[in-house]
């Protein structure tokens, strides 16, 4: 990240930050738009290929841009689906760039082989990354690891790359393995709770996965990260994911809790419906950011409060710890 980027996205997030803390109006530094839901795998726990198909032309992304740019965002991040199989991402991307934002993109990266050139310009990028193709194809489908660590070796060079994986029954005895192929080839991991109960995910918690299991799980990443593995997930949320209760749950209202979902960061989905964030698309009206503005058209309502889903919790942390968050953010991207 250069030096403009940095002081662009830390006025941002500050302006959001002191607006969060007094209560006042909405002003986002972060949004995430799903360019497609389309995908080419059907991983066990998402449903985003299963719903509507439909997607923005780049004329409405551009008009989407310039509603995000005028609302304070600064850091946007392209997701899916599978944004790979969109031809014109490159010029998705392009129009992000002309905003200033920074940007950031989610691939399985099985199609990267073939079209390299559709993520040259993102800043940083994220994928899917569950341990060795026994484990990763168990919840992702066969051949989903094909590729990937190649793309990841020739990716991880010269632009930043984060492997996400999603702690299943699958994934969870693989951190070892996890952890050594980010040292190899340069990249860092962030790992995050499965996901139930809304529009955008599908499946359960195995019962193999009980509520002592995982708190011991994420003790014991926290305890490696602090030995300087190469883990990105933050200390704050490895330390709110180790108190967690009932990890069948992903979120819920708690009246004494305050969420900066919508306040802080929005969800936009392929047909620029806005929400306050990826989890509650389904559970709350949407925005459409064509038509409205999010910061005078949004009811200001969230569904829940307190919540396990790994991308919105780490936000929350930088609103909830914005000190300790904050001091974390700047190691893992500095």
Known sequence: MQPGE???????????????MVDGP???????FAV??????????????????????LDAIAQLF????ASGIQRLGLAGGEPMVRDDLPEIIALAKTHGFFVSLNSNLTLHHRHPER???????YTSLDGPPVAHEAARGA??????????????PRTPLIAICVVTEHSIGHVDW???????????????????????????????????????????????KRRGRPIVSSTPYLEYLA??????????????ARCAAGRGYLYVDPLGNAYPCAYTKGKTAPVNLLTDAWETAWNRETPCTRCTVGPMLEFNMLFQRPVAAVLDGLRNYG
């Open 6 to 20: 940095k002081v662009r996205l830390g006025y941002a997030f500050g302006a959001s930050l002191l607006s969060w």
């Open 26 to 32: 909405p002003r986002p530094f972060s949004a995430t």
């Open 36 to 57: 497609t839901n389309r995908c080419n795998l059907r991983c066990s726990y998402c449903s985003c290929p299963l719903i509507d198909r439909g997607q923005l032309d």
């Open 66 to 69: 310039e509603r995000l740019a």
């Open 119 to 125: 993520l040259a310009r993102a800043d940083l990028l």
């Open 143 to 156: 051949g989903a690891q094909d590729g990937v660590l190649a793309a990841i070796a020739d990716i991880a």
């Open 178 to 224: 996890l952890l050594e192929q980010a040292e190899r080839l340069g990249f860092r991991v962030h790992f995050q709770p499965q996901c139930v109960d809304t529009e955008i995910v599908r499946g359960s918690v195995s019962p193999a996965l009980t509520g002592d299991r995982l708190r011991a799980f994420w003790s014991d990443l926290l305890a490696r």
């Open 243 to 256: 108190r967690w209760d009932d990890f069948t749950v992903s979120a819920l209202l708690d009246s004494g």
